[in-house]
């Protein structure tokens, strides 16, 4: 009556602004660091860190299928899988029902739905951060 029970795959769609130019197929493991511009969006596995050009109005959306073990740095980044590393998103985090991550998040916009799990801290920053700190580095310097 209220759903098509396909609410977890529309959250996981960019949002209606921002056009997606790449996708890492459910099917594909990538072994090794991406860095992109525009939209990404990935449905496989990344194993290595996810970064956007430095200046870009990048998106990153990782769907319930996705995993990342790695790191991720973007502006904008909505996430309904599992990441294994840190999230930095210099503008807006998005994290969807199904998201499922362990690592520290930073951020300057936060939506969380009621679902999400987040293993590690949660750092709101005014500025965004150049660089992510050092393994084990929990000083907040920036």
Same mark, same amino acid.
């Given at each position: 009556?209220?759903?098509?029970?396909? $609410?977890?795959? @529309?959250?996981? %769609? !960019?949002?209606?602004?921002?056009?997606?130019?790449?996708?890492?197929?459910? @099917?594909?493991?990538? $072994?090794? *660091?991406?860095?992109?511009?525009?939209?990404?969006?990935?449905?496989?596995?990344?194993?290595?860190?996810? @970064?956007?050009?430095?200046?870009? *109005?990048?998106?990153?959306?990782?769907? !319930?299928?996705?995993?990342?073990?790695?790191?991720?740095?973007? !502006?904008?980044?909505?996430? #309904?899988?599992?990441?294994?590393?840190?999230?930095?998103?210099?503008? %807006?985090?998005?994290?969807?029902?199904?998201?499922?991550?362990?690592?520290?998040?930073?951020?300057?916009?936060?939506?969380?739905?009621?679902?999400?799990?987040? #293993?590690?801290?949660?750092?709101?920053?005014?500025?965004?951060?150049?660089?992510?700190?050092? !393994?084990?580095?929990? @000083?907040?310097?920036?």
């Amino acid at each position: 009556m209220f759903g098509s029970g396909n $609410d977890s795959k @529309r959250a996981a %769609r !960019p949002s209606e602004t921002s056009t997606v130019e790449g996708l890492i197929g459910q @099917r594909m493991v990538i $072994d090794g *660091d991406v860095s992109f511009t525009g939209g990404l969006m990935v449905e496989g596995t990344v194993k290595g860190s996810i @970064r956007a050009e430095d200046g870009s *109005d990048a998106v990153l959306v990782v769907t !319930p299928q996705g995993r990342i073990e790695g790191q991720l740095h973007a !502006p904008k980044v909505e996430v #309904s899988g599992t990441v294994d590393g840190d999230i930095v998103a210099a503008e %807006r985090l998005i994290l969807g029902a199904s998201a499922k991550v362990h690592g520290n998040i930073y951020y300057k916009v936060l939506e969380m739905a009621a679902g999400a799990q987040v #293993s590690g801290q949660m750092i709101f920053q005014d500025e965004p951060r150049r660089s992510l700190p050092a !393994p084990g580095d929990t @000083r907040d310097d920036e």
